[in-house]
């Protein structure tokens, strides 16, 4: 029996009924479209995190403190986590590390940075405030803008100026629609002269700079923290080509520096960005396998679907299977005949699955352009391929059952059930 006849009955047996074919290829459709919007949202995410990361500048190394562990990989990065998670500071990082690194021929520009959470207060407005202590060139590498005023000077941060910029969000909570230009807010009581604000930017990874206050880093650390040093510094390059090879050359004065013989014991974690991005690729791509396990799971429940509606027809249709073995139809056509039928269910779910799937992604990342979200809608061609396999060997696997039992079947055994 020709392979196209067999298709013509298998789909004639499913249009005989509609719905029942339409509840069986519903599982699928479900499991499908989760393949589809699982890639998609992956693809967005991703953009979303890169676009994030790329607001920091594609021209930088960063240098952050790290816990020193007798590890080695990702599981000293763990434990340094973990560590400073717990509250652990590690203070051999210094302004003096950041001028070091500056003389080296690639690097352009650069800045250090300290982080505090203080409460601030103007008038009777008090609030809690993360205070953000850098160089003056911090305005110069960072892609933050000044909206109005002006940002610190480097005189003012060797001078320990009390000045002050204001993020849009903490100038609005301070000062609503006033100017606040000229004016003073206090930190730990004592007085700081507002010198500009900051135009929004929104939050960034896990950090709303809008809400910040940027003070000069020499300041926040002898007139607010009494600490010496810094926990991060960021350098800018004129060559991104050689970011690896600038990267290595800071990791070796920084070790010269703190005196350290074994990169196992740093104290100290130098990045560049397109170690970023592969570290970005490495939690995507793990992020996007968590969730198509779980996805899986679905496609299981469709394909069980299937084998059980399959059995039904089976017993429905025990009589004609028996007529057409005894005009002479071997086993063998009828297992082809209801595994199409099978894989053709499954087919036709993947189709209509990919399709909704598609339709739902793009709504998803028109929601999320409208929150403001720098989301790109993408499906990768590899998610298609995904749902196709995923559906031929649901059909396959699920559908193989069934026909094996109606090609199994007695030929006079099943006539009698006429």
């Given amino acids: 029996m020709s392979l196209f006849y067999t298709l013509k009955i298998a789909w004639q047996a499913m249009s005989a009924n509609k719905v029942r074919t339409g509840l069986t290829v519903l599982g699928m459709v479900i499991g499908i479209m989760a393949v589809i919007i699982v890639f998609s949202a992956g693809e967005g995410i991703k953009s979303l995190i890169v676009g994030q990361i790329e607001s920091f500048g594609t021209d930088i190394i960063e240098t952050e403190v790290k816990v020193p562990s007798s590890k080695k990989g990702r599981a000293a990065d763990q434990q340094s986590m973990s560590s400073l998670a717990q509250g652990l500071q590690i203070t051999t990082l210094t302004l003096e590390d950041m001028k070091a690194v500056m003389k080296l021929p690639n690097v352009r520009n650069g800045y250090g940075g300290i982080i505090s959470q203080e409460q601030v207060s103007y008038g009777n407005q008090l609030r809690k405030a993360f205070v953000l202590g850098v ?108 970011a690896e090879a600038t990267a290595e050359e800071a990791r070796a004065i920084l070790r010269q520096r703190h005196n350290i013989t074994d990169e196992a014991k740093d104290d100290f974690r130098v990045t560049t960005m397109t170690e970023m991005m592969s570290t970005l690729d490495t939690v995507t791509g793990a992020l996007t396998l968590l969730l198509l396990a779980i996805v899986i799971i679905s496609l299981v429940v469709g394909g069980v679907g299937i084998m059980n509606i399959m059995y039904v027809i089976i017993t429905e249709r025990t009589a004609e299977i028996g007529l057409r073995k005894a005009v002479g139809a071997r086993p063998v056509d009828i297992l082809k005949q209801f595994l199409l039928e099978a894989v053709l269910v499954s087919l036709i779910g993947a189709v209509v699955g990919i399709s909704l799937g598609v339709l739902a992604s793009f709504l998803v990342a028109r929601g999320a352009n409208s929150a403001g979200l720098d989301w790109r809608f993408a499906v990768p061609a590899k998610s298609f391929v995904v749902a196709i396999l995923f559906s031929l060997v649901s059909g396959v696997l699920f559908g193989v059952w069934p026909a094996k039992k109606a090609a199994r079947l007695d030929p006079i055994e099943a006539l009698r059930i006429e």
Avoid: C, W
Wanted: no cysteine; aromatic share 12%; proline share 2%.
């Fill in 135 to 242: 160089n003056a060139s911090f305005i110069d590498i960072d892609k933050s803008e000044i909206d109005y005023g002006r940002f610190f000077t480097e005189s003012e941060n060797y001078s320990l100026a009390k000045v002050a910029v204001l993020g849009s969000k903490m100038k609005e909570k301070l000062f609503g629609d006033s100017d606040p230009i000229g004016r003073f807010i206090k930190l730990r009581q004592k007085k700081f002269r507002v010198v500009g604000v900051m135009k929004e930017r929104g939050a960034v990874m896990v950090m709303d700079f809008d809400d910040y206050i940027y003070v000069p880093v020499r300041t926040l650390q002898k007139r607010i923290m009494g600490v010496d040093h810094i926990t991060y510094m960021v350098h800018q390059l004129y060559n991104i080509d050689q």
